[in-house]
């Protein structure tokens, strides 16, 4: 389809949803327009289901979605041409305006819209991360440089995932992308692990699920490490570090005079939101990473049959959160001590469940988009890797 031909199936949709002064605001994902209208009694959605380039309407959560398919950006972008809306970034939301959904809604839109813009380099080096356990099965070397290189080649994406959420965070937040990089690579540094040294000054909460061990401080403030010492693969860490820096830098460009603004402001901000994030927002995430570990823990103890059925429900949704990292020591733990590990199985279990849902998708899905995340996505699921197929169609997707 011409460059034509889309704004004026721009045109169209927007004339018939009931004009420019009827959308409150508008965004895209893989295959739909949304739009959040002030009267959805205004929208023709008969004419608009029969436009040649539009697949069908569906009105969820408050929103009025008008499915386009795999030119759904093109789309977009002339529909930001052609009038004064989404001027900006396609998937921010546009504050102070009304938004009818629910909170779930708003989480589950901004979660999935965080994702999105990097889906198939993260399928993809899923895919690649499927192909270094095949050769481990197939009696390569894993001290070899083939393995170590292949090896790199999918877990760096993952490892180093906390820099890509910070880049679409940051555009959520209307933060400055660069301020809120310098904030994640801090907690990224290599010479964090150093903190933990031989013996611990002291250890708090004592007893607790949240007893934590303190090697050293900040102005007297204990700084509390996870586990493994760093905050690779930390998603909700990272999400929470960049909103707060978006908070910070928000009220130093109001307070900073302009002459100095340009540099003061990132300076002031990353100089704040980072000895925040390790003093507070680190260990608040690391321990409700831990708490989730201790219920299940607890749970199997009181029946492995109610431990099994409620974890393979809640797998995909650890994963989401990144919640998943309390549990995985467990299963090394039991492993280790009793030579099995219970745990894995059931997370399997879940994850192939979803390997259903994609494998239908690919089969009765029209629309090219979904196909393209759907056929590496589920050969990701094949090697236990969810992500891919939860941020860019699960969530994004969900019933309708």
Same mark, same amino acid.
């Given at each position: 389809m011409a460059n034509q031909n889309y704004d004026k199936l721009a045109k169209d949709i927007? +004339?018939?949803?009931?004009?420019? %002064?009827?959308?409150? +605001?508008?965004?895209?994902?893989? %295959?739909?327009?949304?739009?959040?209208?002030?009267?959805?009694s205004k929208a023709d959605t008969d004419y608009i289901k029969n436009l040649e380039g539009v697949v069908t309407v569906v009105?969820?959560?408050?929103?009025?979605?008008?499915?386009?398919?795999?030119?759904?950006?093109?789309?977009?972008?002339?529909?930001?041409?052609?009038?004064?809306?989404?001027?900006?970034?396609?998937?921010?939301?546009?504050?102070?305006?009304?938004? +009818?959904r629910n909170v779930l809604e708003k989480f589950i839109d901004f979660i999935s819209?965080?994702?999105?813009?990097?889906?198939? =380099?993260? @399928?993809?080096?899923?895919?690649?991360?499927?192909?270094?356990?095949?050769?481990?099965?197939?009696?390569?070397d894993p001290t070899s440089g083939v393995y170590q290189v292949i090896n790199f080649s999918g877990d760096a994406f993952f490892q180093f995932l906390p820099i890509m959420v910070a880049l679409t965070a940051a555009r959520k937040f209307k933060m400055s992308e660069f301020t809120a990089l310098a904030i994640t690579v801090a907690l990224l540094h290599p010479g964090i692990s150093n903190l933990l040294g031989e013996t611990p000054l002291y250890t708090l909460f004592t007893g607790t699920p949240f007893e934590?061990?303190?090697?050293?401080?900040?102005?007297?403030? =204990?700084?509390?490490? =996870?586990?493994?010492?760093?905050?690779?693969? @930390?998603?909700?860490? %990272?999400i929470l570090a960049v909103w707060a820096g978006s908070r910070i830098e928000k009220r130093m460009r109001a307070f900073i005079p302009s002459l100095v603004r340009s540099f003061l402001t990132p300076f002031f901000t990353v100089l704040i939101s980072v000895p925040l994030a390790f003093l507070v927002i680190g260990p608040v995430a690391s321990w409700a990473s831990?708490?989730?570990?201790?219920?299940?823990? @607890?749970?199997?103890?009181?029946?492995?049959?109610?431990?099994?059925?409620i974890l393979g429900v809640a797998w995909q949704l650890l994963v989401i959160f990144g919640l998943h990292w309390g549990i995985i020591p467990i299963m090394y733990v039991l492993l280790a001590e009793q030579g099995s590990n219970p745990i894995s199985p059931v997370a399997m279990v879940s994850t192939f469940g979803v390997l259903g849902v994609v494998l239908a998708l690919m089969i009765k899905s029209k629309e090219k988009r979904v196909r393209d995340i759907a056929i590496p996505g589920s050969i990701s699921l094949l090697f236990g890797i969810s992500e891919p197929t939860i941020y860019g169609l699960m969530l994004p997707l969900k019933r309708s």
């Open positions: 927007l +004339n018939h949803v009931g004009g420019e %002064t009827n959308v409150n +605001n508008v965004r895209h994902c893989i %295959t739909r327009l949304r739009f959040n209208l002030k009267d959805e009105k969820s959560g408050g929103q009025y979605q008008v499915v386009i398919g795999e030119q759904v950006a093109e789309v977009y972008e002339s529909l930001t041409r052609v009038s004064k809306l989404g001027i900006g970034t396609a998937d921010s939301d546009e504050s102070g305006e009304e938004d +009818n819209g965080i994702f999105q813009p990097f889906l198939m =380099p993260l @399928a993809a080096t899923g895919m690649i991360k499927g192909v270094a356990a095949l050769m481990t099965t197939f009696g390569v934590s061990e303190v090697y050293t401080t900040f102005l007297g403030l =204990p700084i509390i490490l =996870p586990p493994s010492g760093n905050y690779f693969s @930390a998603i909700i860490p %990272t831990d708490l989730i570990g201790v219920a299940f823990t @607890a749970l199997q103890t009181f029946s492995p049959l109610l431990f099994g059925a």
